[in-house]
């Protein structure tokens, strides 16, 4: 079955440090998305980007379908940020269902 | 709120006894999806409608996990004779079928003793 591997597994910042945030996956896509999982548990959308770059506040997101990897920036974070960021990604030819990885877990602190 | 909804949002149950969940999706949404996330781990899909047909369940569970979508609105998922190893947390998301991008609710954290 398909691979999604996210790297790293965990990682600590201090309040203003910049980190990047790795996605790969061993098959072809239909959809990417990242997610925040916040301490209640609550999936919140980060984006929806099959291929290509987005921006969204201090966030940003590029993935590079050909190659098969996503990443994922988080600029000047904040305490706000901690959490498990999830990628998912759907398969082409195989229905809508998301893939998970198992996620990085993210601690900002002050 | 125009969100998914679920509900309850807890439950604790003793082994053997059946549960059943309720989501609610984005009223626009055609598409509705259930995932079950395990401590630690990356929400595992189930299944999913579009509309009222269900056009994937060999990802269920097992025998005892059941979904349905009778008007093609809100959605059920049932665990019959419930195990310990039922404990998780159990997610619906929903899209549309023009984009598919997932939207999930806040999830029916499930316990059973």
């Known amino acids: 079955g398909i691979q999604v591997e996210q790297s790293p597994p965990d990682l600590i910042l201090q309040e203003g440090a910049n980190s990047t945030l790795r996605c790969n996956f061993s098959?072809?896509?239909?959809?990417l998305q990242w997610f925040h999982q916040n301490p209640w548990g609550q999936l919140i959308n980060l984006f929806y980007?099959?291929?290509g770059t987005k921006q969204n506040g201090r966030l940003s997101a590029t993935t590079v379908a050909t190659e098969r990897y996503s990443l994922l920036y988080i600029s000047s974070s904040q305490t706000t940020d901690s959490g498990v960021y999830f990628c998912a990604v759907e398969l082409v030819n195989s229905g809508y269902a998301l893939n998970f990885g198992k996620g990085t877990s993210l601690l900002v602190t002050p | 709120d125009t969100g998914v909804s679920q509900n309850p949002r807890h439950k604790i149950t003793k082994r053997g006894q059946n549960v059943t969940f309720r989501c609610d999706p984005i009223?626009?949404?055609?598409?509705l999806y259930w995932y079950r996330q395990t401590l630690g781990q990356g929400p595992e899909f189930l299944t999913y409608f579009q509309n009222e047909a269900q056009l994937e369940k060999s990802r269920l569970l097992s025998d005892r996990f059941s979904a349905e979508r009778p008007k093609g609105s809100f959605s059920t998922l049932e665990i019959q004779r419930t195990e310990q190893g039922d404990s998780a947390m159990y997610l619906c998301a929903s899209s549309s079928t023009r984009f598919n991008e997932q939207f999930f609710g806040p999830g029916t954290r499930l316990t059973v003793l």
């Open positions: 098959d072809s896509v239909n959809n």
């Open positions: 980007i099959p291929s």
């Open positions: 009223s626009e949404h055609n598409r």
